[in-house]
């Protein structure tokens, strides 16, 4: 097939829910994937952060290729073991919670938002988020996410949820009353532009939760896995929270989320109060826990704290370079280029050079490449982008000399 004749069938039978590149990509390996013309790209935005370790991770394969012939999905009526084990490596490399396992982010957070409902009795069901975040797609994650534009058009939203200034403690404290069970929050919030929650914000937080009662509920669904530098971001912070949510490079690339909760409130959800039929079968099990050795085998979390210093550095000569360039912000290989300009028309010009990145908030470029990047990679994807910068008219900003 070409191009047109995939595109054409996206048209005649596919809901057009995405705004989609006209790329058809169909293989990868590491950090390259191929359209299916041919073309190769260097992948600086895997999937939303789903393929953490890369496109297609050996580690990730064998353990899929092995599972598929002995077991893909039990009922959860069952015990599997595969699910115990992963559910006990999450607890011991976080902050010795059990785990509740669902499909995606959205659901995870889903999850969260019903424990924090019951968790808070009678009377007791608000749940305080911040403004620019992102919780997921669902009628309850949509009234959590702190941004109108998702929300357009499906009134009327779940009650029960307030907007706080990200980084504002003092909205968030006079946004509590009576009525709060929770605060919900991205340790760093991806779709709203790479911003990062300052260390005092994080620990008045967590004073607040613990004087008025509240579960502090960090969504790392992006930020988990390594991302940061750390295995999980709250680490950075040395604040534990009540309730922390997982997915994305959870897989590996395939579908699994998780909600980790504080072992001794565990119980709050009881037998039939929730669950989810695909939720923690033995196949995406089985691929987190390779994520988990792979990870540990070949020392990632070095890697990302090692290149991450390198990429800043990189990023920076372009900044004094291009004017452009507004700020650099971000943690590990979580980072936002701030355009002063939209950035779609710089994203796009990359991807014509065989370059993927992602663009968000209309002038923020995002990089999130694997954490299995090196300096090669680095070098190649900024040189790409500096042809891309040096390709745009200058009539519209000024080029510092």
């Excluded at 929730?274 to 070095?302: M, Y």
């Excluded at 550095?313 to 971000?330: A, H, P, T």
Aim: aromatic share 8%; proline share 4%.
């Amino acid at each position: 097939m070409k191009t047109k004749e995939v595109t054409d069938l996206y048209g005649k039978y596919v809901v057009p829910t995405y705004t989609q590149s006209p790329l058809v990509l169909v293989r990868g390996k590491g950090l390259m994937v191929w359209d299916i013309e041919g073309k190769q790209y260097l992948d600086f935005f895997p999937g939303w952060a789903v393929s953490g370790l890369g496109h297609c991770h050996p580690m990730v394969v064998n353990a899929v290729k092995d599972q598929c012939k002995r077991m893909i999905h039990i009922s959860n009526n069952y015990y599997n073991h595969l699910q115990a084990k992963l559910a006990g490596v999450i607890s011991k490399s976080s902050f010795g919670g059990k785990v509740f396992f669902c499909n995606s982010g959205a659901e995870a957070n889903e999850a969260a938002i019903k424990f924090a409902r019951i968790y808070g009795g009678s009377g007791r069901f608000e749940i305080i988020t911040m403004k620019n975040s992102f919780h997921g797609r669902t009628l309850a994650t949509v009234a959590a996410t702190g941004q109108d534009k998702i929300k357009k058009g499906f009134d009327p939203l779940p009650e029960g949820f307030k907007h706080a200034p990200f980084n504002d403690f003092e909205a968030v404290k006079n946004a509590v009353t009576d009525k709060t069970t929770a605060i919900m929050l991205e340790p760093i919030q991806g779709e709203g532009g790479i911003n990062i929650a300052s260390k005092d914000y994080m620990f008045s937080l967590k004073q607040l939760c613990n004087e008025k009662n509240l579960l502090l509920i960090f969504d790392e669904v992006q930020t988990g896995m390594g991302r940061t530098g750390e295995m999980f971001c709250y680490q950075h912070y040395g604040v534990i929270p009540d309730i922390m949510t997982l997915a994305k490079s959870l897989g590996g690339g395939v579908p699994i989320g998780a909600m980790a909760v504080r072992a001794d409130i565990a119980h709050t959800l009881k037998a039939g109060s929730h669950a989810s039929t695909f939720g923690g079968s033995p196949l995406v099990c089985r691929a987190a826990l390779a994520v988990f050795k792979a990870i540990e085998k070949d020392r990632l979390l070095n890697n990302v704290n090692l290149i991450s210093k390198y990429l800043f550095d990189r990023l920076d000569n372009l900044r004094e370079k291009y004017g452009i360039i507004k700020e650099i912000r971000g943690l590990g290989l979580m980072i936002g280029v701030e355009l002063r300009e939209e950035c779609k028309p710089l994203a796009e010009e990359c991807v014509k050079r065989g370059l993927l990145i992602n663009c968000t908030q209309g002038n923020v470029l995002r990089l999130m490449p694997p954490l299995i990047v090196s300096k090669k990679h680095v070098d190649k994807a900024l040189s790409i982008l500096d042809k891309a910068l040096e390709f745009l008219p200058k009539t519209s900003y000024k080029q510092e000399q």
